[in-house]
């Protein structure tokens, strides 16, 4: 019976720890783009409100 887990390679785990570096940095990139876009909506408001 042959297993379903296999060694993998050093070079392999490093590729895949680059990707998800890189793929949670455009996440929160993205993230912090809509963040940013919300926050200027509320301060535009808040100016607004202003007396």
């Given at each position: 019976?042959?297993?379903?887990?296999?060694?993998?390679?050093?070079?392999?785990?490093?590729?895949?720890?680059?990707?998800?570096?890189?793929y949670?940095?455009?996440?929160?990139?993205?993230?912090?783009?809509?963040?940013?876009?919300?926050?200027?909506?509320?301060?535009?408001?808040?100016?607004?409100?202003?007396?």
């Amino acid at each position: 019976m042959e297993s379903n887990s296999r060694d993998w390679s050093k070079s392999e785990i490093e590729q895949i720890v680059l990707w998800l570096e890189d793929y949670q940095a455009m996440q929160n990139s993205e993230r912090f783009r809509r963040n940013k876009k919300a926050l200027d909506k509320c301060n535009y408001i808040n100016n607004s409100l202003r007396f």
